[in-house]
């Protein structure tokens, strides 16, 4: 075992390298921190992945009175367009009103309403939408610049109004944004690095113990079984599903707080419309999902609400929950689906904090940071969303300020991400700039290197002149280029890093080129002479 004593204790020890491990990794290495990050899988691995991908305020969440959450969410959304517009863009969600929608029955608004107006019987009137969706536009206080707001729109002979069924004649509009979720975690985590992070992926913190004022944490190798010791001033738990099982089982505490886990699943089907807005569709059951243009050729449609006992067993979307998904779009969409048209799903858990709500769908979606002191101090981070994230950072730091000291200011606000560096809306200049500059990328391909790189796309390509000087080409547009880009600068080492979680080209590639992709990569990481040519 290496026993990394002797080198100088570094300020926090991260465990998890999700979105919130890897965003507090981020904002401390800019404020000078010493950090270490494990990660015992790949980078967003678990639900950092998972997510429906919206950078949104969450409409839904006003029934429940989170109006600090909504606020936070929502004035957050043009701080991170502004940083990430290659990964992220501004969406329009379509959201069809029928009288026959209903509330969830135990949100604080449908209690209150059935209180002052029982004849409603659960009922979501449409004043109440257009209410909701006037406090949406206003709850940031001023602060969406770029963002369009709410407007009604008619269904009958509109793109909108097309593939939906004829009962629905009016709808409303608004904004929120699409972002991807795990190529967001891998750009924080090298922007950490790049501040002076030390990232370790498929490395598993196996116990914290506490020796004086620092912590002594195992870990170990998950590929090689090699373990060593680190020592920190602070740890931060960012576990996610795993943040109850590290305090109890890594750092052996007993800890009042708990984490509520809750299964949410997707169906991913062939496009079903041809617009490129998304819809937002209420059910009988009170319920609320989404049906996205995703990928290009795609649909994204989710999520379930189901609850999820087990950390360790691998969420999937169960029979009934893919089902549940059909049916519900199926009440909106024109021509049925079925299982047949689902191509894809995936599964993540949400590790929310245990507010005691009776349902998993009411349970709070706000986040909770708890400091133990008692010597060297622990932080454990409870729920969150991906769009809050920064602003949890920031709640983190002034946490490990308060324990650490001498802690510089907040920064990362207006700081772009690796490739982030143009203007929002910038992207389709920065295509046809590429494209000049690459006459051989097609319209499709080059877009594709935007929203994956952005300006970072022409250092991938180097000063290839042709398709074939970008090595082999694994389909798709994956080149050989592209695959040691991602193993040397993005911690990529499987071929599931780079088809499900750097890009989503797993949609468009067939088992054998799976395969033939693992064994280069597997070869090249091993040090081997690996054929990249054509
Ligand atoms: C279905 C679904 C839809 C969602 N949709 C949205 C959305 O549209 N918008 C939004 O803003 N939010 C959304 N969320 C919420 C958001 O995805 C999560 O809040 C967020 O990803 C949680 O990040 P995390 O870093 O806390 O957890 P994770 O991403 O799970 O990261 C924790 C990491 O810790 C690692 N780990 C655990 N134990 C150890 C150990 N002992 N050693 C080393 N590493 C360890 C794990 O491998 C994991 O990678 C959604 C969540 C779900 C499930």
């Known amino acids: 075992m290496t026993d990394q004593h002797e080198s100088k204790p570094t300020d926090l020890f991260i465990i998890g390298g999700g979105i919130n491990g890897c965003g507090i990794a981020r904002d401390a290495a800019g404020r000078g921190l010493s950090v270490s990050l494990a990660e015992m899988g790949d980078l967003a691995s678990a639900t950092s992945s998972a997510s429906t991908k919206l950078f949104h305020g969450g409409l839904r969440y006003l029934e429940y009175f989170e109006f600090r959450l909504v606020h936070e969410a929502l004035a957050e959304r043009e701080v991170l367009l502004r940083a990430m517009p290659h990964i992220s863009w501004p969406m329009r969600f379509v959201l069809p009103y029928h009288p026959s929608m209903r509330f969830e029955s135990e949100t604080p608004t449908s209690k209150l309403l059935t209180l002052v107006m029982p004849w409603m019987k659960g009922r979501r009137p449409a004043w109440l939408i257009r209410l909701g969706l006037f406090m949406y536009d206003h709850l940031d206080f001023g602060r969406r610049k770029l963002l369009p707001g709410t407007s009604s729109l008619s269904l009958r002979g509109t793109p909108e109004g097309e593939p939906l069924d004829d009962r629905f004649e009016k709808a409303y509009e608004y904004s929120d944004c699409w972002v991807q979720d795990s190529r967001l975690v891998v750009l924080n985590a090298r922007d950490a690095e790049a501040r002076g992070a030390k990232i370790m992926t498929r490395t598993k913190a196996l116990s914290a113990k506490r020796e004086g004022d620092l912590w002594r944490v195992e870990v170990e190798n998950t590929e090689t079984g090699e373990r060593s010791v680190h020592f920190a001033r602070m740890l931060v738990n960012a576990g996610g599903p795993w943040v109850g099982e590290i305090i109890q089982t890594t750092v052996h505490l007993n800890v009042r707080e708990g984490v509520r886990l809750v299964r949410g699943s997707h169906i991913v089907t062939r496009k079903l419309y041809d617009h490129d807005k998304c819809y937002f569709f209420q059910g009988t059951d009170g319920r609320i999902i989404f049906a996205i243009p995703y990928e290009e050729d795609f649909t994204l449609i989710g999520t379930t609400d189901a609850e999820h006992h087990d950390p360790d067993a691998r969420p999937v979307c169960t029979p009934e929950e893919q089902q549940y998904l059909i049916d519900f779009a199926n009440r909106y969409f024109k021509r049925d689906i079925s299982a047949e048209d689902v191509v894809w799903t995936y599964s993540g858990v949400r590790p929310l904090y245990d507010d005691g709500a009776s349902s998993a769908t009411a349970a709070t979606r706000d986040y909770t940071l708890k400091v133990e002191g008692g010597g060297a101090p622990l932080l454990n981070v409870f729920g969150g969303k991906i769009t809050t994230y920064r602003r949890l950072a920031e709640s983190a730091l002034d946490k490990i300020a308060e324990q650490l000291g001498d802690v510089p200011d907040a ?85 599931e890093d780079v088809l499900w979680r750097r890009t989503k080209l797993g949609l468009h590639f067939s088992e054998p080129q799976v395969a033939a992709l693992q064994s280069y990569m597997q070869a090249r990481g091993a040090g081997k002479t690996v054929d990249s040519s054509v």
């Open 411 to 495: 920064w990362t606000a207006g700081v772009p991400l690796p490739g982030g560096d143009f203007p929002v809306n910038g992207g389709p200049r920065l295509v046809v700039s590429l494209r000049s500059a690459y006459p051989f990328l097609n319209e499709h391909w080059a877009r594709r290197l935007v929203r994956t790189y952005g300006t970072e796309a022409r250092a991938l390509l180097g000063d290839a002149e042709s398709a074939e000087a970008l090595g082999r080409d694994f389909g798709a547009t994956l080149t050989a280029a592209e695959v040691d880009w991602l193993m040397d600068r993005e911690y990529a080492r499987s071929a």
